[in-house]
């Protein structure tokens, strides 16, 4: 699809002039289409959002039994790193046993993988960052604020591909009902919320419409997602208002020390969010075009930030606003032509090609990963094996993590894939396999 026509107006706003950054968009045959100009539009800010790091190693057994003793005394406080932390167990559906937050500081600490021993190694240890705290940080302070507190969790700490969210902040422009209808993407999992505090669906192949459109969400959370909201009003829901507008204030600020920001208007967010394995896809497959090189260090933030104007630009391509058949909405052109996100560290590299490394199918299949642990099930019931012994079993097979991994691309963490299996065993034993 093509962008439209753009002009800009002439400093007399008395004629349209062509221009590459003109915000009056036209049509050949049908003349004006929007007029970003009329509506005071103006991009507010472009951040990294969020910033979830892993780490692979085994838990560091000192660590994790002085914090289950402190647990087990009902100390709800607990001081690391010379910082004073919540400590509480965690919800299974995160797939670790443990958190450490502290939201003044801007991080949680998630640590102990569920259904991992915590003297194996594995991905025990998830950081989350907030906004606050990659703001105040460059990206290498920010590794070696995580690097601090990976060395104190775990033994033998690995920086393990991270997930991030890049986001943009308009104001001038606000989404139409017929949005969902208009957006092309290669995933057919759309969501969209109008007007709810809070509001949670797992959909598949469904596209909600409620009233007023207020925020939409398109694709899968374990890959690439796209999400379009209000933040004006999502800011004001979590109190965090006069933080955003302060940031808005200074993005638009002018030599005069006036700000182009308008507090009586909404902002609204487009935020591409990338998965751990989608990182991990592109530091993979990525290659250098002038020594044939494949292969780039996507594996920590300051590493990955190099490579955040690629990401964004590749998240507008697996995502696509229409006009129409032909032409792409003006509001993704701009997306698209104009956005820029400024860090010391970031740049696009024009000798790299960027691309996703899939891993080829073979013989050995995921569907043959599911007939594997059904027959192993199945062997195991014949057997009258406790689930337990038959997890501790499957767990040490070395294809253990492909199978996690298969069932994670399928939107089935480890944790609920374990909870399947423990019902479809008890089946296999009320069935009488082992009679």
């Known amino acids: 699809m093509k962008s439209l026509e753009r002009y800009e107006l002439s400093e007399d706003r008395s004629e349209t002039i062509p221009s590459e950054k003109g915000l009056l968009f036209v049509h050949p045959k049908f003349g004006k289409v929007a007029d970003f100009y009329q509506d005071n539009f103006q991009i507010v800010g472009t951040y990294v959002d969020t910033l979830r790091q892993l780490f692979k190693g085994q838990m ?13 005394l009902g100390e709800k406080t607990y001081r690391f790193l010379s910082v004073d932390w919540l400590l509480g167990k965690s919800s299974k559906s995160s797939g670790y046993q443990y958190r450490l937050q502290n939201n003044q500081l801007g991080i949680i600490i998630f640590f102990k993988m569920y259904h991992t021993k915590a003297e194996s190694y594995g991905s025990h240890l998830k950081i989350e960052c907030s906004p606050w705290f990659l703001d105040n940080r460059s990206p290498k302070k920010v590794d070696q604020y995580l690097n601090r507190i990976a060395k104190k969790v775990l033994v033998g700490a690995e920086a393990h591909y991270p997930a991030i969210h890049l986001a943009v902040d308009i104001q001038g422009w606000r989404p139409d009902n017929e949005l969902s209808e208009r957006m092309h993407c290669r995933s057919r999992r759309s969501a969209q919320f109008n007007g709810f505090d809070k509001a949670e669906f797992n959909l598949s192949e469904i596209s909600c419409t409620y009233d007023r459109s207020q925020s939409f969400k398109f694709g899968s959370a374990g890959a690439v997602q796209l999400a379009i909201y209000n933040k004006t009003i999502q800011a004001r ?18 030599t005069d020390g006036s700000f182009g920001y308008e507090q009586d208007k909404d902002v609204f967010r487009f935020e591409l969010r990338f998965h751990h394995s989608v990182i991990q896809q592109f530091a993979l497959g990525s290659c250098d075009v002038k020594t044939g090189e494949v292969g780039v260090k996507m594996n920590t933030y300051s590493e990955v930030i190099q490579h955040i104007q690629a990401l964004w630009n590749y998240g507008l391509t697996t995502f696509k606003l229409k006009y129409n058949s032909n032409y792409i909405d003006p509001i993704w052109t701009v997306l698209q032509e104009d956005i820029v996100f400024r860090f010391p560290e970031s740049s696009y590299k024009d000798n790299l090609h960027y691309k996703r490394y899939y891993k080829k199918a073979t013989s050995f299949s995921g569907k043959n990963y599911q007939l594997y642990v059904g027959n192993f099930l199945s062997a195991c019931a014949r057997k009258g094996a406790t689930f337990h012994k038959v997890l501790t079993e499957l767990q040490k097979s070395y294809i253990w993590n492909d199978i996690a991994l298969h069932y994670e691309s399928n939107d089935t963490t480890e944790h609920q894939l374990i909870e399947r299996m423990k019902e479809s065993y008890q089946e296999r034993l009320l069935l009488g396999y082992s009679i």
């Open 237 to 254: 829901s979590n109190d965090k208002l006069d933080y955003m507008e302060h940031k808005w204030q200074e993005t638009t600020k002018t």
């Open 60 to 72: 560091n057994l000192d660590f994790i039994t002085d914090c289950e003793q402190s647990l087990s």
